[in-house]
């Protein structure tokens, strides 16, 4: 469940657009409630030049009779005829990602007057570093756009043993009474963390209520940071503030957290489901079977031991510590009973080949099925006097 450290820290840094790399602030960030709240105000983006023209390749400067609000900006044309080009194809001509760093992706705030062009589309930055880095290698820092399940090009037989195999890691897992009839799942552990100063450890606490509550924390030397997500929407709490998730932020932690195998075998019945055998590979000494699988619009491969059903690995694609996408493994030992679950409690992660401590974690304690306090879900009140 456990991304990358930037990203993990990422959510924070949402409210901070200056602060990319941990290594620019040894303690809390400063004023985190005001800059949050400064991000929410409607802003003219692009340093007021006309989106339309920008796009195109020529920098010109809009007029404040021809404007249109979109989101938290308000974006500024040369005449009507680009307003109205605009107003047709707002999608194209907008800024990319809902204004969140195309470098780091969602989790990060983009200033939206660091900007640059791609393709015809522009995209916003959260410091001059990631202006220079993203134009070196745009594609690396783009997600591609979903096509055909990968098991889809599978042979019938494939797909047959592919779907058998999973469900023998349900069965494997606990069974799928007890795996499709969860209520709540807790989880607490530790996950490494680089800074500056090496790798440190960095405790982590996942709440969920099924279907649609999300809480995770994480606490760091400056405090404890959680992102939650709620079916009316998503927030921050920071330790001297909190905000609003945006649409794409929310989506894009979603996403991270349902990237584990057990996300992935609970949406095994859903419409979108697909799975295909794709050849034996080695887990340490194991020898397991690769099973492509796609589930809720997402890709992965399990690493699924044949003998005992037991998901050994899980690889998907995802962003690291630089904010491009690479190949994510995670490998799972030390199984044991919760709940009528075996889950495991202890995860190594790799990207692209290479040791990720963010990637690693300790599992300290898993409760499934217990009482969750509604509180973990409830936004914090506003301090009094709006501090």
Do not use: W
């Amino acid at each position: 469940m456990y991304e990358t450290f930037i990203i993990l820290i990422a959510f924070l840094l949402a409210a901070n657009p200056g602060l990319i790399e941990l290594g620019e602030f040894g303690s809390a960030p400063p004023n985190v409630a005001a800059a949050t709240q400064q991000s929410e105000k409607l802003v003219i983006p692009l340093e007021g030049l006309d989106s339309v023209l920008l796009s195109g390749g020529k920098e010109v400067q809009g007029d404040e009779q021809f404007s249109v609000k979109r989101g938290r900006y308000r974006y500024l044309f040369a005449n009507a005829e680009t307003k109205a080009a605009f107003e047709r194809e707002p999608g194209r001509y907008e800024i990319q990602l809902e204004g969140t760093c195309a470098r780091m992706g969602p989790t990060v705030q983009g200033n939206p007057d660091l900007f640059t062009v791609h393709e015809g589309r522009i995209y916003v930055f959260g410091s001059e570093a990631c202006v220079t880095i993203f134009k070196a290698a745009p594609a690396s820092f783009l997600e591609a756009v979903a096509g055909t399940a990968p098991a889809a090009s599978y042979s019938e037989e494939a797909k047959k043993r592919g779907r058998a195999l999973v469900e023998k890691a349900v069965e494997a897992m606990g069974g799928a009474a007890r795996l499709d009839g969860l209520v709540s799942y807790q989880e607490k552990g530790t996950a490494g963390a680089r800074s500056p100063q090496g790798v440190t450890e960095i405790k982590t606490s996942l709440s969920m209520v099924y279907p649609d509550k999300i809480r995770i924390e994480r606490t760091l030397s400056f405090g404890t940071i959680a992102n939650v997500v709620t079916p009316q929407g998503g927030f921050f709490v920071f330790p001297r503030g909190g905000g609003e998730m945006l649409d794409v932020q929310r989506a894009a932690f979603v996403k991270q957290v349902e990237s584990r195998p057990l996300a992935f075998l609970r949406g095994r019945r859903g419409s979108g489901f697909s799975a295909a055998a794709a050849g034996a590979s080695k887990v340490g000494d194991a020898t397991v079977e690769s099973v492509e699988v796609t589930s809720g619009g997402m890709n992965a491969i399990l690493g699924i031991e044949p003998a005992t059903g037991r998901v050994l690995s899980f690889a998907y694609r995802g962003r690291g510590s630089s904010g491009a996408f690479g190949k994510i493994v995670q490998t799972f030992s030390d199984h044991r009973n919760v709940g009528g679950l075996t889950l495991p409690f202890k995860i190594a992660g790799t990207f692209n080949g290479e040791a990720e401590p963010s990637l690693t974690s300790n599992i300290e304690a898993i409760v499934v099925n217990g009482e969750v306090s509604p509180a973990l879900f409830e936004k914090p009140k506003p301090a009094a006097g709006g501090q």
